[in-house]
């Protein structure tokens, strides 16, 4: 058990939330502002940054200097260049989180030394390292990352009854992303059975939409294209977001934005009526992406949908009746209510807090692998190793042999990603193995071997059956790994051979890479992918 | 903890083999939760429990598809084995596919008597349908795998006999010692078998021993 304070984490594209466990209370942290931090950053000058609210409100000010949904570029090498100085997305991500964990310090006026932070379902293995790396940045030990949807449940679980298992289903619609995903709730153990999700759909696509409206109206009616006009586009986007919001209470509202422009005929006012009824109609199309979606994780989970228990909605574009209509008439079953789904990704990873500080009854979480993990074969085919959707911690092998006659060395190009071409997909790392027994194409045996343990590291290796050689590689946490072989003028040699076509007598064949060509294949005859062997009998 | 040494998946996880995939699903929870390496708090306890863990998944995923799947065809290698007196086990499988352009199981028969003694269980041994294979339709091939079964058993000869009655006996076959199964491969541009006399109802023979044989009949369409 740490002994220093620790917080749960909702680090969102759009905002932000920290909670905590008090006495036997789990709680959201107020600030100043309310309960919610907008994640969003505004630099006043070197010395001085706004964060949150007050960037919100300062941002119209100073949009060139503003950052927000840098979440969206987590393990990405964006960088942002502002006064001179160049920050990458860890970097902006950790004054938010630092911002979060001051908050909570000065509400509990102690010092909070460790938090667990939650990431969306479907982040890639660097984009979760990349938070943990943003958290290390905010000064403080990032004690586990859970995932939103699974943070969500652990909310859920907490204020039930104990005692029956029940299937639940949690949607969530933020700013810029949609999840979904779908668990198994027994006596302290929370089981994801399935997860998928859309990382560019979200309330901007219906802010979008009502800007898209007022613009097109503004031309019909004015003559006048708004679109070139920077300032009047950022108060009609801010506009758009109130009305959106507003339409979730009322039934209709007006949009009213004076002089959005003024020239040498005098100034321009927009005001014009909306109602909810025409909201539904823009945002119909968006929405309806989301259903596909629930479907395919149903079915990823093996289960109809009169299987779910509960349907919980989490993010604050479920907020929008509409959207709660939507998901009733598809799965049958009013929406549960009674959990926040602003604050409750927040007060599900402070629960997870309080179970590592055993301030609450110890849960077991079995999360999922998000996306498929594989390698390259033959030109460029992902060929999945550990499928999407496999409990973790998980350990899979599969063979392979060579595509060459007497091969001795195969690279070993580790994916993560759904593309069909491994070379669209996140590489994690490269790893040479050697020390194949010299056989011809086709003939070797060569068992790779994924791992995943709890702490989420992956673990490769690689066997050749023949001649007994084994290689293993842990893949570093933050990004990109490779691994030449041992001896570096092996790798010389081939290069040389490579070029100019000479050999030398040298059996051991081309490495891919320069080439586009792989070594790695399955072998004839057993090769298959996903599906295990049956026992027979 | 608890350890399992056996290696059958329904021992592994402690259920009869009637049981319902929602019992399966149950019953998969519960020991998924008992062996949760979070469970433990000593190291080496951690360890144990992630490779019981390993196995209590693979036991899962293998149940499941032995309780979904039923028998394609069964009782064709009854009879041939009667005189054997080595021990038997009930059932083993003979897939034949075809590769290249398209790839398709194209039959898949259960056959009972075949003594097996390379059995593997387990995840390592990935079999089932092949669904892409980088060749083009030029360079079809149909192979026939015999799983699970002892490759010391048999003298095995394989004949194909094409929709136009040709036979086709260059064989090359492997065995694949990782999934213990036989492979026979026929390369049908090897023997000089034109696109279009491709499709059609064709015949596998397989001989036993020099003298018991049976007949596999399996289709290529188009
Ligand atoms: N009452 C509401 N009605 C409709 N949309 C809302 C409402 N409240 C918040 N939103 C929208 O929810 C989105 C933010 O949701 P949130 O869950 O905080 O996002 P994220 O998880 O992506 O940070 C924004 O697009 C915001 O406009
Ligand atoms: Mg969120």
């Given at each position: 058990?740490?002994?220093?304070?620790?917080?749960?984490?909702?680090?969102?594209?759009?905002?932000?939330?920290?909670?905590?466990?008090?006495?036997?209370?789990?709680?959201?942290?107020?600030?100043?502002?309310?309960?919610?931090?907008?994640?969003?950053?505004?630099?006043?000058?070197?010395?001085?940054?706004?964060?949150?609210?007050?960037?919100?409100?300062?941002?119209?000010?100073?949009?060139?200097?503003?950052i927000?949904?840098?979440?969206?570029?987590?393990?990405?090498?964006?960088?942002?260049?502002?006064?001179?100085?160049?920050?990458?997305?860890?970097?902006?991500?950790?004054?938010?989180?630092?911002?979060?964990?001051?908050?909570?310090?000065?509400?509990?006026?102690?010092?909070?030394?460790?938090?667990?932070?939650?990431?969306?379902?479907?982040?890639?293995?660097?984009?979760?390292?990349?938070?943990?790396?943003?958290?290390?940045?905010?000064?403080?030990?990032?004690?586990?990352?859970?995932?939103?949807?699974?943070?969500?449940?652990?909310?859920?679980?907490?204020?039930?009854?104990?005692?029956?298992e029940?299937?639940i289903?949690?949607?969530?619609?933020?700013?810029?992303?949609?999840?979904?995903?779908?668990?198994?709730?027994?006596?302290?153990?929370?089981k994801?059975?399935?997860?998928?999700?859309?990382?560019?759909?979200?309330?901007?696509?219906f802010?979008?939409?009502?800007?898209?409206?007022?613009?097109?109206?503004?031309?019909?009616?004015?003559?006048?294209?708004?679109?070139?006009?920077t300032?009047?586009?950022?108060?009609?986007?801010?506009?758009?977001?109130?009305?959106?919001?507003?339409?979730?209470?009322?039934?209709?509202?007006?949009?009213?934005?004076?002089?959005?422009?003024?020239?040498?005929?005098?100034?321009k006012?927009?005001?014009?009526?909306?109602?909810?009824?025409?909201?539904?109609?823009?945002?119909?199309?968006?929405?309806?992406?989301?259903?596909?979606?629930?479907?395919?994780?149903?079915?990823?989970?093996?289960?109809?949908?009169?299987?779910?228990?509960?349907?919980?909605?989490?993010?604050?574009?479920?907020?929008?009746?509409?959207?709660?209509?939507?998901?009733?008439?598809?799965?049958?079953?009013?929406?549960?209510?009674?959990?926040?789904?602003?604050?409750?990704?927040?007060?599900?990873?402070?629960?997870?807090?309080?179970?590592?500080?055993?301030?609450?009854?110890?849960?077991?979480?079995?999360?999922?692998?998000p996306?498929?993990?594989?390698?390259?074969?033959?030109?460029?085919?992902?060929?999945?190793?550990?499928?999407?959707?496999?409990?973790?911690?998980?350990?899979?092998?599969?063979?392979?042999?060579?595509?060459?006659?007497?091969?001795?060395?195969?690279?070993?190009?580790?994916?993560?990603g759904?593309?069909?071409?491994?070379?669209?997909?996140?590489?994690?790392?490269?790893?040479?193995?050697?020390?194949?027994?010299?056989?011809?194409?086709?003939?070797?045996?060569?068992?790779?071997?994924?791992?995943?343990?709890?702490?989420?590291?992956?673990?490769?290796?690689?066997?050749?059956?023949?001649?007994?050689?084994?290689?293993d590689?842990?893949?570093?946490?933050?990004?990109?790994?490779?691994?030449?072989?041992?001896?570096?003028?092996?790798?010389?040699?081939?290069?040389?051979?490579?070029?100019?076509?000479?050999?030398?007598?040298?059996?051991?064949?081309?490495?891919?890479?320069?080439?586009?060509?792989?070594?790695?294949?399955?072998?004839?005859?057993?090769?298959?992918?996903?599906?295990?062997?049956?026992?027979?009998? | 903890m608890?350890?399992?040494?056996t290696?059958?998946?329904?021992?592994?996880?402690?259920?009869?083999?009637?049981?319902?995939?929602?019992?399966?699903?149950?019953?998969?929870?519960?020991l998924?939760?008992?062996?949760?390496?979070?469970?433990?708090?000593?190291?080496?306890e951690?360890?144990?429990?992630?490779?019981?863990?390993?196995?209590?998944?693979?036991?899962?995923?293998?149940?499941k598809?032995?309780?979904?799947?039923?028998p394609?065809?069964?009782?064709?290698?009854?009879?041939?084995?009667?005189?054997?007196?080595?021990?038997?086990?009930p059932?083993?499988?003979?897939?034949?596919?075809?590769?290249?352009?398209?790839?398709?199981?194209?039959?898949?028969?259960?056959?009972?008597?075949?003594?097996?003694?390379?059995?593997?269980?387990?995840?390592?041994?990935p079999?089932?349908?092949?669904t892409?294979?980088?060749?083009?339709?030029?360079?079809?091939?149909?192979?026939?795998?015999?799983?699970?079964?002892?490759?010391?058993?048999?003298?095995?000869?394989?004949?194909?006999?094409?929709?136009?009655?040709?036979?086709?006996?260059?064989?090359?076959?492997?065995?694949?010692?990782?999934?213990?199964?036989?492979?026979?491969?026929?390369?049908l541009?090897?023997?000089?078998?034109k696109?279009?006399?491709?499709?059609?109802?064709?015949?596998?023979?397989?001989?036993?021993?020099?003298?018991?044989?049976?007949?596999?009949?399996?289709k290529?369409?188009?």
């Amino acid at each position: 058990m740490g002994n220093g304070n620790i917080v749960g984490i909702d680090f969102g594209t759009t905002n932000s939330a920290v909670a905590l466990v008090a006495g036997n209370e789990v709680v959201i942290v107020t600030n100043n502002y309310g309960r919610l931090t907008p994640s969003i950053v505004s630099f006043v000058d070197d010395n001085e940054q706004l964060i949150g609210f007050s960037a919100k409100n300062y941002a119209a000010l100073n949009p060139e200097r503003t950052i927000r949904s840098v979440k969206r570029y987590m393990g990405t090498d964006k960088v942002f260049k502002i006064n001179n100085r160049e920050y990458t997305p860890s970097d902006i991500a950790a004054i938010i989180i630092k911002k979060l964990i001051d908050d909570a310090q000065e509400y509990i006026g102690e010092k909070v030394e460790e938090a667990i932070i939650t990431v969306p379902a479907y982040y890639n293995d660097i984009q979760r390292n990349a938070t943990i790396k943003a958290g290390k940045k905010a000064g403080i030990k990032v004690e586990r990352i859970i995932t939103e949807p699974t943070a969500a449940a652990l909310a859920y679980g907490f204020t039930r009854t104990q005692g029956e298992e029940s299937t639940i289903l949690v949607y969530d619609l933020g700013g810029g992303t949609f999840d979904v995903t779908i668990l198994k709730l027994q006596e302290g153990f929370f089981k994801v059975l399935a997860t998928d999700g859309d990382s560019r759909l979200g309330g901007d696509d219906f802010d979008q939409k009502i800007v898209d409206f007022i613009v097109k109206r503004f031309q019909n009616e004015e003559g006048v294209d708004l679109r070139t006009n920077t300032l009047a586009m950022q108060k009609i986007l801010e506009t758009s977001e109130k009305i959106k919001i507003e339409l979730s209470d009322r039934k209709t509202t007006e949009i009213m934005i004076p002089f959005i422009i003024a020239d040498s005929n005098g100034t321009k006012n927009i005001n014009y009526k909306i109602t909810r009824v025409q909201f539904e109609e823009m945002i119909k199309d968006v929405i309806s992406r989301t259903v596909p979606m629930v479907f395919n994780t149903l079915n990823a989970a093996g289960l109809e949908k009169e299987d779910i228990d509960r349907v919980i909605l989490v993010g604050g574009s479920t907020k929008i009746p509409f959207v709660q209509k939507i998901i009733e008439m598809h799965l049958g079953k009013t929406p549960y209510k009674n959990i926040n789904p602003d604050e409750c990704v927040a007060l599900g990873a402070a629960i997870a807090a309080g179970i590592k500080s055993q301030q609450i009854k110890k849960s077991i979480i079995r999360d999922v692998l998000p996306q498929p993990l594989g390698t390259d074969i033959d030109d460029d085919v992902m060929d999945v190793i550990l499928d999407r959707n496999t409990p973790l911690p998980a350990r899979h092998s599969k063979i392979y042999t060579t595509t060459e006659d007497f091969q001795t060395e195969i690279s070993i190009m580790i994916y993560q990603g759904t593309s069909k071409n491994a070379s669209e997909n996140q590489i994690l790392g490269e790893y040479m193995f050697s020390g194949i027994e010299k056989k011809p194409a086709k003939v070797p045996s060569i068992e790779i071997t994924f791992k995943i343990d709890v702490n989420g590291i992956l673990n490769v290796s690689a066997k050749d059956h023949d001649s007994g050689k084994e290689m293993d590689w842990t893949v570093k946490r933050d990004g990109f790994t490779k691994s030449l072989p041992e001896e570096d003028n092996n790798r010389k040699n081939t290069d040389f051979v490579e070029r100019t076509g000479i050999s030398n007598n040298d059996t051991r064949m081309r490495i891919t890479e320069s080439g586009n060509k792989s070594n790695l294949s399955l072998p004839p005859g057993s090769n298959f992918p996903t599906t295990t062997n049956r026992e027979l009998q | 903890m608890k350890k399992k040494t056996t290696d059958n998946p329904f021992e592994v996880l402690g259920i009869a083999k009637t049981v319902t995939l929602k019992e399966l699903d149950r019953a998969y929870a519960q020991l998924e939760f008992t062996y949760h390496p979070d469970n433990y708090s000593s190291e080496s306890e951690k360890f144990e429990a992630e490779e019981m863990l390993y196995k209590i998944d693979c036991a899962y995923r293998s149940a499941k598809e032995i309780i979904k799947s039923e028998p394609v065809e069964q009782g064709i290698f009854k009879n041939i084995l009667k005189t054997e007196d080595k021990p038997v086990t009930p059932k083993a499988e003979v897939v034949i596919e075809r590769s290249g352009g398209k790839a398709e199981i194209l039959k898949s028969y259960i056959c009972e008597g075949i003594r097996k003694k390379f059995f593997f269980f387990g995840e390592k041994y990935p079999s089932g349908i092949r669904t892409e294979f980088s060749g083009s339709d030029d360079e079809v091939y149909l192979y026939l795998k015999i799983k699970n079964i002892d490759r010391t058993f048999f003298d095995l000869r394989i004949e194909w006999i094409s929709p136009f009655g040709e036979s086709f006996q260059y064989i090359t076959n492997r065995f694949d010692q990782f999934t213990g199964s036989f492979i026979f491969y026929c390369w049908l541009d090897l023997f000089g078998v034109k696109k279009n006399n491709l499709y059609g109802n064709w015949k596998v023979k397989i001989y036993f021993n020099q003298k018991e044989k049976i007949e596999l009949p399996f289709k290529i369409s188009q």
